[in-house]
């Protein structure tokens, strides 16, 4: 068995999120000199179960082992008819993670460096395209360059977001959406704070807002538009007894 070749297989797996739990199959695998073998793991994100296959093919001398692509299905409980399948491929031990994978068959976006055919790295952010599909049904990925001209950190700022105070935090959050996550915030305002989820979305060059079921909220707006910071006490105070004396001059003014 080519232990460097294992190694660096092994690294791979770990890079994309398939931790250790197959190397002990892999090595058993290669030492057979298996020409092809498949392997398969489960994950759970967000209260869905994904099942995982793992492709594996010898090079032409045997002695190389290389990493294909993999299969990944998202589970419905109580219906298979409606599981979602998608395969991705990996370009020497690179592509496509576990939790990207399963955060872009549930439609949101990821975004990934990336390389041409020259070799030259580019950032894009990546979807799947439900109505272009591969002749084996599989979902082509659709590619929204830099050029394209989203920007996430200007489509959320200025919008009341509180964890775009700090920096950490707002590292952080930025980190967490470019994977795909559907990250939970923070909304100041006149009313209090309100916490929303948030997911990148630029095909239209903004977030798609939910609320904490995870059901979308038709009312963008409400990151469209600045938030008016929240008021202090004394300018409530202000404002109330200030009321009384507007009420009577406009009061004045009808009757004059």
Same mark, same amino acid.
């Given at each position: 068995m080519n232990t460097q070749n294992a190694e660096f297989l092994k690294k791979s797996l770990l890079n994309l999120g398939f931790g250790d739990k197959l190397n002990a199959e892999l090595d058993k695998e290669m030492a057979a000199k298996t020409p092809e073998f498949k392997l398969g793991l489960q994950h759970e994100f967000n209260q869905k179960t994904v099942d995982y296959t793992l492709h594996f093919k010898a090079g032409d001398s045997q002695d190389m082992?290389? %990493? =294909?692509?993999?299969?990944?299905?998202?589970?419905?409980?109580?219906?298979?008819?409606?599981?979602?399948?998608?395969?991705?491929?990996?370009?020497?031990?690179?592509?496509?993670?576990?939790?990207?994978? %399963? =955060?872009?068959?549930?439609?949101?976006?990821v975004h990934k460096q990336l390389y041409n055919l020259e070799g030259q790295k580019y950032q894009a952010w990546l979807t799947l395209d439900d109505k272009n599909l591969t002749e084996n049904g599989n979902k082509k990925i659709k590619h929204y360059h830099e050029n394209y001209g989203y920007d996430l950190e200007k489509t959320i700022a200025g919008k009341g977001i509180k964890e775009l105070d700090d920096p950490k935090t707002k590292e952080e959050l930025l980190y967490s959406l470019k994977k795909g996550n559907a990250q939970q915030i923070s909304i100041g305002g006149e009313d209090g704070e309100k916490k929303y989820f948030i997911a990148a979305n630029p095909q239209f060059k903004t977030v798609d807002l939910y609320d904490h079921q995870m059901k979308k909220i038709k009312r963008e707006e409400l990151l469209h538009t600045d938030q008016k910071p929240a008021r202090s006490l004394k300018q409530r105070e202000q404002q109330k007894e200030d009321a009384p004396a507007k009420k009577q001059s406009r009061k004045r003014k009808l009757t004059a």
């Open positions: 082992y290389f %990493f =294909n692509k993999y299969d990944a299905t998202i589970n419905h409980k109580h219906d298979p008819a409606k599981n979602i399948d998608q395969t991705f491929f990996i370009n020497k031990g690179s592509g496509i993670t576990a939790k990207e994978a %399963f =955060n872009l068959m549930e439609g949101r976006a």
